[in-house]
Nanobody, 124 residues
Framework: QVQLVESGGGLVQPGGSLRLSCAAS????????IGWFRQAPGKEREGVST????????DYADSVKGRFTISRDNAKNTVYLQMNSLKPEDTAVYYC?????????????????WGQGAQVTVSS
C-alpha cells in the first residue's frame, strides 16, 4: 500500500538548519509530484514546497523562498526538504504528501496520501 514516512524533525535554534526526509513506498515516486505542507497550532495547513515527478520542477511558498530547498532521489524513493535560516514562525508539524495531478500545486486538496508528520520547533 501507499506509505509516506517523514523523519528529521526536531528542535533547532533560530538561524539553524534541518533536513526533513519523506520516504515513499507502494508507488513509483517519479510518476507523482510530492509536496511538503506544514500546520502550526491554531492555523490552517499551508503548502510549503512541491517537486514534480519526472523533471524536477519545483515551487515554493513565498514565506520560505530562498531558505528552503526541495529535492528528490528517485533511486531511494525519498524526497527531502532542506530548511536553512529557520525562524520561530517556521515551527509546525511538517507533512509530505503525494500529488493527485502532474502539475505543481501547493493546495492540499490536490494531494491524496499523507505522512504522519514531523514536528519542527524553532526556539532559543
Amino acid at each position: 500500500q501507499v506509505q509516506l514516512v517523514e523523519s528529521g524533525g526536531g528542535l533547532v535554534q533560530p538561524g539553524g538548519s534541518l533536513r526533513l526526509s519523506c520516504a515513499a513506498s507502494g508507488f513509483t515516486l517519479d510518476d507523482y509530484a510530492i509536496g511538503w505542507f506544514r500546520q502550526a497550532p491554531g492555523k490552517e495547513r499551508e503548502g510549503v514546497s512541491t517537486i514534480s515527478g519526472s523533471d524536477g520542477r519545483t515551487d515554493y511558498a513565498d514565506s520560505v523562498k530562498g531558505r528552503f530547498t526541495i529535492s528528490r532521489d528517485n533511486a531511494k524513493n525519498t524526497v527531502y526538504l532542506q530548511m536553512n535560516s529557520l525562524k520561530p514562525e517556521d515551527t509546525a508539524v511538517y507533512y509530505c504528501a503525494r500529488g493527485l495531478l502532474l502539475h505543481l500545486s501547493l493546495f492540499s486538496y490536490e494531494y491524496d496520501y499523507w505522512g504522519q508528520g514531523a514536528q519542527v520547533t524553532v526556539s532559543s
